[in-house]
């Protein structure tokens, strides 16, 4: 099957409703005439109601543009875009704002994909996989006293100064999402497959003699983007009860 353009992409026509929106942030570098900037750069992936990963768009942050994320999120629903439940998103203030004015029932949640490579920073490759499966578990835990026990033994095993200023800054919202049931919290965190495509990228951009020329090249360099989306990560069971547990929280949206 031939793989869309991003142009075509950016065009197709969505799903009503999306469960997740996971804005997933890499740093790139981007030539603009006889000088190299760093721009923040965000792909969006949802998950549709059948637990499908759809791409969404690829979008250039514009950081003293007030309307740029209002007007990407208006282009989302003149593309048919009526619902997003929950925003996986970093502190991207002016996302979160505009998204809210879009969408007004939407919910923020932690990115793991935000929060997951800060501690890269400070981890060997060789660990890092590790590292990332630890973050996941804290958030999937099955009650919140497990998630307890769950922090205390990653402090233990992260105690160093920097782990500590890590985690006081960037998982200290962690036991409000327990508020969500587990189905919901494996919906919004057990996605790890998000991880694998912010590293895809990460890998192939974030090195400081890589840039690009336009957002296309980011796109069409990932080559598998056919292989990544179409498909869901939850088995039949585990979706039926992330659905069942949804519709308690949001009985207007048609999930049947």
């Known amino acids: 099957m031939n793989q869309l353009t991003l142009a075509e992409c950016s065009k197709r026509k969505l799903d009503d409703t999306y469960l997740v929106v996971y804005a997933i942030k890499n740093e790139i570098n981007i030539k603009k005439g006889d000088y190299i900037e760093k721009s923040d750069v965000y792909t969006l992936?949802?998950?549709?109601?059948k637990g499908i990963r759809q791409f969404i768009n690829i979008y250039q942050d514009r950081v003293n543009n007030n309307r740029f994320w209002?007007?990407?999120?208006?282009?989302?629903?003149?593309?048919?875009l009526k619902n997003i439940l929950f925003l996986s998103v970093d502190d991207n203030k002016n996302m979160k704002r505009t998204a809210r004015i879009a969408f007004p029932d939407i919910i923020f949640v932690d990115s793991l994909t935000h929060i997951v490579p800060k501690y890269y920073k400070y981890?060997?490759?060789?660990?890092?996989?590790?590292?990332?499966?630890?973050?996941?578990?804290?958030?999937?835990?099955?009650?919140?006293?497990?998630?307890?026990?769950?922090?205390?033994?990653f402090s233990e095993t992260y105690n160093n100064a920097i782990h500590q200023k890590l985690a006081q800054k960037y998982l200290i919202n962690i036991?409000?999402?327990?508020?969500?049931?587990?189905?919901?919290?494996?919906?919004?965190f057990k996605h790890s497959a998000n991880l694998e495509f912010y590293d895809k990228?990460?890998?192939?951009?974030?090195?400081?003699?890589?840039?690009?020329?336009?957002?296309?090249?980011?796109?069409?360099k990932l080559g598998s983007v056919n292989d990544y989306f179409g498909f869901t990560s939850f088995k039949k069971r585990e979706w039926t009860l992330i659905l069942?547990?949804?519709?308690?929280?949001?009985?207007?949206?048609?999930?049947?």
């Open 175 to 188: 036991e409000n999402q327990y508020k969500y049931s587990q189905n919901i919290r494996n919906l919004l």
């Open 244 to 256: 069942n547990d949804l519709i308690q929280i949001y009985p207007k949206v048609d999930f049947i």
């Open 201 to 220: 990228i990460r890998l192939s951009f974030n090195s400081n003699n890589n840039y690009v020329l336009e957002i296309e090249e980011i796109y069409d």
């Open 70 to 80: 209002l007007d990407c999120f208006e282009s989302l629903k003149s593309r048919g």
């Open 45 to 49: 992936i949802g998950i549709d109601i």
């Open 123 to 153: 981890t060997s490759e060789r660990c890092a996989k590790n590292l990332a499966s630890k973050l996941h578990s804290l958030y999937t835990q099955k009650t919140l006293t497990d998630f307890k026990t769950a922090f205390t033994q």
